[in-house]
Every structure is written in structure tokens, then in C-alpha cells.
T-cell receptor, first 116, second 115 residues
């Protein structure tokens, strides 16, 4: 079974600074994909970034980067130059089967608050 | 244009009633999902359909019955609503591939409140 662990309490960061949101995972499958989603207070789920288990390089998408450490089974999200609009809940998720049986397993989420 | 849409956005109803939530995607994806987000914000998959065929059914009570009339639509019907059904229900869709890069696109969610 897959498991995603997000244990940080509510996180705070000063505007324009960088912040790291932690995520560890557990799976016995040799291949998997890792995702981060953002959920602002308005409630929608917004895809941020994807990392494949066999990807050689860490994923980056604009101000988002994923610090993927396969041996440690961690996939931390780094947000650079935080903005007030980054205040939201952030979910780490994993898919460990391809094809039609794929499903996202989510962590419990981390609340990020950006201070002006 | 909305990629994944759900109606209604809010649903308030009495215990014991039957209600439906509709979901439509215009992305041409072949797989659709229903997720439940509880009061503690935990998201868990309920069902998935691939080309109108039920693929995943995650031990959801049989009061919940998904229906996919075509691959662009996946509706969720709930019978005999209970207080514990109060949650936000998200529909999602993806284009499934053999690898894992099948990002799922989420609808705006339906907040169900059972009184």
C-alpha cells in the first residue's frame, strides 16, 4: 500500500523568502509518480508539479521545485520568492500504478501562511 | 472555459434524502474520478471510471452509486444521506497513460452538508 506523510504543522514564511514543505512517501512499487497540489481558501485543487521516480533531474515549474531524494523517499516542495497568494494548503500525492488503475494517494496536507 | 465542472457547488439537505452531484469534463480525457475531502481536509479516492467502465471502488458504502453515461460525464448519486456524508466531493479527470505522468485535473468541488 502507498502512504504519504506530511507532518509539518502550519508553516509561516515571510514574503519574498523561500520555503520548503516536507513530504515523505512509502511504496513497494518500483515505479511511481509524485505530485504536489495547492488548495487555496477558495477550495479548488491546483496542480503544481510532478516528479517521476525514474526522472534523473528534480522537477521545476516556475517558482516551484521538487527536491526529490529517492533513497530517503522524500519529495519536498520548495517555493522560492514566496508571494501572498501562496498562502494555501499544500498536498503531496503519489501514483504508483500506471494505466487505468492509477489513483492519487494524498497526504494530510500542510497549511502555508505567507506574511507581508 | 471550465475544464472540469461540477454542479451544484453547494448542497444542503436533510438526513435520509437522496441527492446527485454531476460532473463534466471537456478535456477529452478517458478517466474520471470522485474524491471525498473530509472535515480534516483529508482527500481520499472513492471511484474511478475509464471509458465508462468502473475501475476503482474504494470500499465506499453502496449508498453511493457513480454513473458514467459517457466518458465526459461522471455523476455521483447518494441514497439515504447520513450526517457523516457531509464533506467536499471533488471530481477529477485525466488521460491515462502507461506511465505515471497522468496529472489529474480537479473540478471546483461540491460542498455537501447533511443536516
Amino acid at each position: 500500500a502507498q502512504k504519504i506523510t506530511q507532518t509539518q504543522p502550519g508553516m509561516f514564511v515571510q514574503e519574498k523568502e523561500a520555503v520548503t514543505l516536507d513530504c515523505t512517501y512509502d511504496t513497494s512499487d518500483p515505479s511511481y509518480g509524485l505530485f504536489w497540489y495547492k488548495q487555496p481558501s477558495s477550495g479548488e485543487m491546483i496542480f503544481l508539479i510532478y516528479q517521476g521516480s525514474y526522472d534523473q533531474q528534480n522537477a521545476t515549474e516556475g517558482r516551484y521545485s521538487l527536491n526529490f531524494q529517492k533513497a530517503r523517499k522524500s519529495a519536498n516542495l520548495v517555493i522560492s520568492a514566496s508571494q501572498l497568494g501562496d498562502s494555501a494548503m499544500y498536498f503531496c500525492a503519489m501514483i504508483s500504478r500506471g494505466g487505468a488503475n492509477s489513483k492519487l494517494t494524498f497526504g494530510k496536507g500542510i497549511t502555508l501562511s505567507v506574511r507581508p | 472555459d471550465t475544464a472540469v465542472s461540477q454542479t451544484p457547488k453547494y448542497l444542503v439537505t436533510q438526513m435520509g434524502n437522496d441527492k446527485s452531484i454531476k460532473c463534466e469534463q471537456n478535456l477529452g480525457h478517458d478517466t474520471m474520478y470522485w474524491y471525498k475531502q473530509d472535515s480534516k481536509k483529508f482527500l481520499k479516492i472513492m471511484f474511478s471510471y475509464n471509458n465508462k467502465e468502473l475501475i476503482i471502488n474504494e470500499t465506499v458504502p453502496n449508498r453511493f452509486s457513480p454513473k458514467s453515461p459517457d466518458k465526459a460525464h461522471l455523476n455521483l448519486h447518494i441514497n439515504s444521506l447520513e450526517l457523516g456524508d457531509s464533506a467536499v466531493y471533488f471530481c477529477a479527470s485525466s488521460q491515462v497513460r502507461a506511465e505515471f505522468t497522468n496529472e489529474q485535473f480537479f473540478g471546483p468541488g461540491t460542498r455537501l452538508t447533511v443536516l
